[in-house]
């Protein structure tokens, strides 16, 4: 290997907080940046709440419009010169845009990058008469993950079996555990009182918390419904969104017209989000789908009570901390689920069972800090 980095081109929508990007952030600043440099292809034109930071670690990112702004040739033709451009920059290409790496990596392997990483990140991706034309799409570019791809990830066996189905051999998927940095996370109740009163939440009251991006996956109408009949049996309570998306409005528009304003807290993208954690009393979870979620193994690492849908990969639950309940479930089911958990008193230190289990990011970044140099070393021979 040179004295210079490897760099590695990962293939984002956007450096904001979700899933993905937290994961990339917690390995970035975890590797060895003498030996590894992480790059960004943005698949927006956006800025993005890690953009500084990237920067300041050694990274580059690289803007190009949405594939709506361009029409799908033309966005096809910026993806291709742009990889052209960078052939000899980037010999390994690590893309987490699901189905959308049967559209990059092919045009990554026509520019003869030598590594070309899929990396599932989700479990599901149901048709609905709404997104019919995305779902025809999404399908499309799965069928050439298979044969452009020179590795295959994903965050869980369930998300590895949907992108690469029977065609790839499971044998071939390499599980990349969703990492964090768990002692961030270890539970601090002089943290967790002071970030109430921040809140102006009392310190006795009962606090269910949520972090996603407001999404269809995330089933954030539901949720609502849920918390609608706990506030019914227990005025008092209080529900905390962290995140942003463009359903946020309508879900806003929802808590509106229900009279729960004063007991819904829309906290945005925080920076904050493992010390709001440790001040919410139970983690509510409703989602549609998901591939293996890191805020659940934050939630965790947190020490914090999870009330989940029973869609999730049972590989999420590292400790006895989830519970997880059907969506077949009626709202009011959900909420007795949350509200049995009101007065429950428990030692809310997990850190040695996060890490344990390997996903303290420690863990993560060296595994893929070694795959990334002997993969490139490889190709140098």
């Excluded at 599932?120 to 019919?132: A, E, G, P």
């Excluded at 934050?298 to 639950?317: C, F, M, P, W, Y």
């Excluded at 590292?318 to 429950?344: H, M, Q």
């Amino acid at each position: 290997m040179s004295n210079k980095p490897v760099r590695v081109l990962h293939i984002v929508s956007v450096m904001n907080h979700g899933g993905i990007e937290n994961l990339l952030m917690n390995i970035y600043r975890n590797i060895n940046r003498n030996e590894i440099q992480f790059d960004f292809l943005v698949t927006r034109e956006e800025k993005g709440i890690f953009d500084e930071e990237i920067k300041e670690l050694g990274g580059k990112i690289y803007n190009i419009p949405h594939v709506s702004k361009k029409g799908y040739f033309k966005y096809k033709k910026i993806v291709d010169g742009f990889l052209e451009e960078k052939k000899d920059e980037y010999k390994v290409i690590h893309c987490h845009m699901n189905t959308w790496a049967g559209f990059f990596l092919p045009l990554a392997k026509k520019n003869n990058i030598p590594v070309r990483i899929a990396h599932s990140h989700t479990s599901d991706y149901r048709m609905t008469f709404k997104n019919f034309p995305k779902f025809l799409i999404k399908k499309y570019h799965s069928l050439f993950i298979s044969s452009n791809s020179t590795h295959f990830f994903a965050c869980s066996k369930k998300a590895g079996e949907w992108l690469y189905g029977e065609n790839i051999k499971k044998n071939k998927i390499k599980v990349i555990n969703n990492a964090v940095k768990a002692e961030k996370f270890e539970y601090d109740e002089g943290i967790a009182i002071k970030k109430r009163k921040e809140l102006s939440i009392n310190k006795n009251q009962f606090v269910i918390g949520h972090v996603g991006n407001f999404s269809y996956a995330k089933n954030y109408q539901f949720l609502i419904d849920i918390f609608k009949e706990i506030h019914k049996k227990y005025s008092s309570a209080v529900l905390c969104l962290v995140g942003s998306g463009k359903l946020e409005k309508k879900i806003k528009n929802k808590v509106k017209s229900l009279n729960i304003e004063e007991s819904v807290k829309f906290l945005g993208l925080r920076n904050d989000v493992n010390q709001l954690l440790m001040s919410f009393d139970v983690f509510l979870f409703p989602s549609r789908y998901e591939g293996l979620p890191v805020t659940l193994i934050e939630a965790q690492a947190a020490g914090l009570k999870i009330i989940a849908s029973d869609t999730i990969t049972k590989e999420v639950r590292i400790t006895d901390l989830i519970r997880f309940v059907s969506l077949n479930k009626s709202s009011e089911n959900w909420a007795d689920n949350v509200l049995d958990l009101k007065d429950y008193d428990y030692d809310r230190n997990y850190y040695q069972e996060i890490v344990d289990a390997e996903y303290d990011i420690k863990n993560t970044a060296e595994e893929l800090q070694n795959f990334y140099i002997e993969e490139y070393n490889k190709i140098s021979e």
